[in-house]
């Protein structure tokens, strides 16, 4: 399995219908090396956004196998941990 933030492949995610060429691009290089593909997203980044990856029929079967929605913004975690010790 191999997880990647879908905004670290495309910044300015949007809800678009049709899948990013260049997301689409990092599924099917992770497909090729042999291991699922799953994509994290960030609390602030609409769900919408991944409806292109998750749904049947699309090109080359290209679709993420694992979804991970982060609760928090990356990097504010610690902080939590560090004010209660």
Do not use: N, R, S
Not at 32 to 54: Q, R, S, V
């Amino acid at each position: 399995m191999y997880t990647f933030h879908l905004e670290a492949v495309v910044p300015e995610a949007t809800t678009a219908k049709h899948p990013d060429p260049q997301m689409v691009k990092v599924l099917k290089e992770v497909k090729e090396a042999g291991m699922h593909a799953g994509i994290a997203l960030k609390p602030k980044t609409p769900a919408e956004t991944l409806f292109p990856y998750i749904e049947d029929g699309l090109v080359d079967q290209v679709h993420t196998e694992h979804v991970c929605a982060l609760k928090i913004e990356l990097g504010f975690c610690l902080l939590a941990v560090e004010a209660h010790t």
